[in-house]
């Protein structure tokens, strides 16, 4: 029997999700939830189901085995507490929260309901970042560097500090994940923010610019910066050195190089389906190994972007991770 999903949450992000749900045989989309009603129904009307524009409505009168959540991080932790509550299981989009307090408050309501998560870091699905890290596993890491370049999003909400976190905590989060992924834990972050460019945005009170250093639990080092004042050009990645050998990843390409020679791979599983795909099979099967990001990873990520936006409020301090 295909299992039963709710959308909370029905815009550009969801409908990548929409979409290639309906295309999975053991899916049916049977519910859309969003403050802007008339998304919900357009919705509705592509996918069939329902449209609710209050997630308390939506949950209390559809039978749902599962529910995705598509929200801006600023509303994050009311629904997922709902969902505990009712024993759905959540696919929840990156970040997880804003404030680590929430967030470990549904973390505990998580752990207590028993309900399988995942959190929507792509990277861990896709098939060139799982050979890079294949690739890492015997190699001794000495230096991490990522970026997430690129333009203002269109979005309202993006560009207020209180409801997004600014560009480190709601976009260079997967980069943050992605070196978790390949690396290791962050134990220390020092970070320096700065508006540069776009004074004269409307509403926005975000960094344009940043740069985090990281110390690795293991011993790398590393940074990772972003910017969100370019037009017409844009890249994120990571690059990882190690002894005798390096790798990059950046968009849909991994290349790497060491004693051993050189070589270049193209991603041909997409980390977005697979990310689906592995959250349906954990609901209906009950098998958690496909899960790559659940929700306590999502708060370990977190936590190291509320961790740079410390340090870069206490200009440049350094920021234990596991004291915030």
Not at 42 to 64: I, N, Q, W
Not at 253 to 270: P, R
Request: net charge negative; with cysteine.
């Amino acid at each position: 029997m295909a299992v039963r999903l709710g959308f909370i949450g029905t815009g550009g992000v969801a409908q990548g999700h929409m979409r290639r749900f309906d295309g999975l045989p053991n899916a049916e989309l049977v519910a859309f939830c969003d403050v802007v009603r008339q998304r919900a129904e357009k919705a509705a009307g592509e996918f069939g189901g329902k449209a609710y524009d209050k997630f308390e409505e939506m949950l209390a009168r559809e039978e749902l085995d599962a529910v995705v959540i598509c929200t801006p991080p600023f509303a994050h932790g009311e629904i997922e507490a709902a969902c505990c509550e009712r024993g759905l299981h959540m696919l929840i989009e990156k970040p997880v929260g804003l404030d680590l307090d929430t967030a470990r408050g549904v973390e505990a309501k998580v752990k207590e309901a028993g309900v399988v998560t995942v959190v929507a870091y792509k990277y861990r699905w896709d098939d060139h970042v799982n050979k890079a890290r294949g690739m890492l596993t015997d190699k001794t890491i000495g230096l991490v560097h990522g970026s997430f370049w690129g333009g203002l999003p269109g979005t309202p909400w993006w560009r207020v500090m209180a409801q997004s976190g600014g560009q480190f905590v709601e976009q260079t989060t997967h980069i943050v994940d992605l070196a978790r992924y390949l690396v290791g834990e962050v134990q220390t972050v020092q970070a320096y923010y700065a508006l540069r460019a776009m004074h004269n945005v409307e509403n926005l009170d975000v960094p344009d610019v940043g740069t985090v250093n990281l110390l690795f639990e293991n011993g790398a080092v590393g940074n990772i910066s972003n910017c969100c004042l370019l037009e017409g050009w844009g890249q994120s990645g990571l690059r990882v050195m190690a002894h005798k050998f390096t790798l990059q990843i950046l968009g849909a390409s991994l290349t790497w190089a060491g004693a051993e020679g050189a070589g270049e791979y193209q991603l041909e599983e997409d980390g977005y389906l697979g990310e689906d795909k592995a959250f349906l099979q954990a609901v209906e099967t009950g098998d958690r190994s496909p899960i790559h990001s659940d929700y306590s990873d999502g708060v370990k990520t977190l936590a190291v972007t509320i961790a740079a936006n410390l340090s870069a409020e206490r200009g440049g301090e350094p920021v234990d991770v596991a004291g915030v």
